[in-house]
């Protein structure tokens, strides 16, 4: 049976960027030099940093998030993937009472009651002594059923102001300082764009675990924060108070299958739920990478997930014989799903600062690059017609996040799946283009709150491996 009485801690802050990803960074490498089997997660719909802290643990990172999956699937999640670990650190988004509206739906603050789990906040505490009190006190009674557990300062400047800051909180709020981080003189995760540089794209991976871990060991009551986690309640009646049923795998339907995922540098936005969902239906993952081969593999569907293939463009567009290789597959009726990045690469062209990067070419459409975000938050999408992925009439819920914008798409030959209730899509309130066996959307699904994605992907693939196509531009039946 998994572990339901794990130690657990959120990781929260007041606001984005406020030093949640870098205090649960030297956390983990603090817990780990203890020998502490940690399993790590990521609140809401995030990549990079779920990425930086699968790759300062060592084990995959998954993302927990109320608006994309039920309550039930959130907890049951958690308790599938902490089953092994001694205990769990989970890293909120943006403030811990941020949600969706004025009432913090979906926020932290909504997770950390879900999964009755402690909260230590980190606050930036620049030019600020007396009012980070004020500013505890504030989150300790917007909610009194958020379980707020201490507090760890940031972006101290002076061992006086720390001293004040901390008989404040303590003496005002009856909550433990639980560390005092200092400010530092080099930032060892640049920003770009929606957050951090992806780890893949990082210079210097380990000399920033390494420094991350130093701040751990100087800077954090581990100890303390420790047994903030140990007192974690049971998560047993998390739910009505009713014990949460035990999931034990899903019938395996796709035993033989090989499904490829283009995964470098350039494409690296998956959710790793994603994967194992695949997995559990009996498909193997089999990577893929423009970057570094010449065609395809021997493959039954093909598996694009988003990330920047605008800063690899020129090594895109210049492996034309891979390029010419997916048009070829896809062309034959090879199912391929892709998403936002994967959206972009399977299109005709990149235009950047007024140069223009051949892409697949099997969609046409046009892409080009903003300066600010034309999309970014969750979407809502109805599937409204044929493809090859999804039955109509079903609603999923996802995210968007992007800088890219359709400059030209040409509508004969293709039909789009999604009417778009909630979000941008690519255009005119529609997305996921189909064209034969290929659906393509700026929408991203998390397969837990999705599993039709996996069952789609997995049955498309079938399929494809014996030799059943679809009408031309339709897709499989």
């Not at 998030?65 to 999640?77: H, I, R």
């Not at 509206?101 to 999964?115: R, V, W």
């Not at 007396?130 to 101290?156: E, F, K, S, Y």
């Amino acid at each position: 049976m998994p572990n339901v009485s794990i130690p657990r801690v959120v990781v929260s802050g007041l606001r984005g960027g406020g030093g949640k990803t870098i205090l649960s960074l030297s956390l983990i490498a603090a817990l780990q030099k203890k020998g502490l089997k940690i399993a790590p997660f990521k609140k809401g719909p995030d990549y990079i940093d779920a990425g930086w802290l699968a790759r300062a643990s060592g084990v995959p990172c998954y993302n927990l998030d109320l608006f994309m999956m039920t309550p039930d699937q959130a907890c049951q999640s958690f308790i599938d993937h902490t089953a092994n670990s001694r205990i769990a650190v989970i890293e909120g988004n943006r403030g811990l009472y941020d949600g969706m509206d004025h009432k913090g739906t979906y926020s932290t603050a909504e997770l950390a009651k879900l999964l009755k789990t402690p909260v230590v906040i980190i606050i930036d505490c620049t030019k600020t002594t007396n009012t980070i009190a004020a500013l505890v006190l504030g989150c300790q009674t917007m909610d009194p059923d958020v379980p707020i557990a201490g507090v760890v300062l940031n972006r101290v400047a002076t061992g006086r102001q720390e001293s004040v800051i901390r008989k404040a909180v303590q003496e005002k709020c009856s909550v433990p300082v639980l560390g005092a981080i200092p400010r530092l003189k080099n930032d060892p995760f640049p920003e770009r764009h929606m957050g951090l540089t992806p780890y893949q794209e990082h210079q210097g991976i380990e000399a920033s675990i390494a420094a991350v871990g130093e701040i751990g060991a100087q800077y954090l009551d581990v100890d303390g924060i420790l047994r903030v986690a140990e007192g974690a309640e049971t998560l047993e009646e998390a739910l009505s108070g009713q014990p949460l049923a035990i999931s034990h795998g899903q019938r395996i339907t796709g035993r033989g299958l090989r499904i490829g995922v283009i995964r470098d540098s350039a494409f690296q936005f998956y959710y790793q739920e994603n994967f194992e969902e695949l997995e559990k239906r009996g498909a193997t993952i089999v990577e893929v990478s423009p970057l570094r081969e010449d065609a395809l593999p021997d493959i039954d569907a093909l598996y694009i997930g988003g990330g920047f293939p605008e800063t690899h463009a020129i090594a895109l567009a210049g492996n034309v014989s891979f390029r010419e290789s997916l048009h070829r597959a896809i062309e034959g009726g090879l199912p391929v799903y892709a998403e936002c990045g994967g959206l972009m690469y399977l299109g005709k062209k990149l235009i950047l600062e007024g140069k223009t990067y051949p892409m697949v070419g099997a969609l046409p459409i046009t892409f080009g690059l903003q300066k600010k975000p034309l999309a970014h938050g969750y979407t809502v999408v109805e599937v409204e017609n044929e493809n090859p992925f999804f039955e109509q009439k079903r609603v999923f819920k996802g995210h968007e996040f992007h800088y890219s914008k359709v400059l030209e798409v040409e509508e004969q030959g293709i039909s789009m799946a999604f009417h778009v209730r909630r979000g941008q899509g690519i255009v005119d309130n529609k997305d996921g283009i189909c064209y034969k066996n290929v659906l393509a959307s700026y929408t991203h699904l998390h397969a837990t709150g999705a599993p039709e994605w996996a069952d789609g992907l997995v049955r498309c693939a079938e399929k494809y491996k014996k030799g059943v196509k679809g009408p031309r531009g339709q897709g499989v039946e």
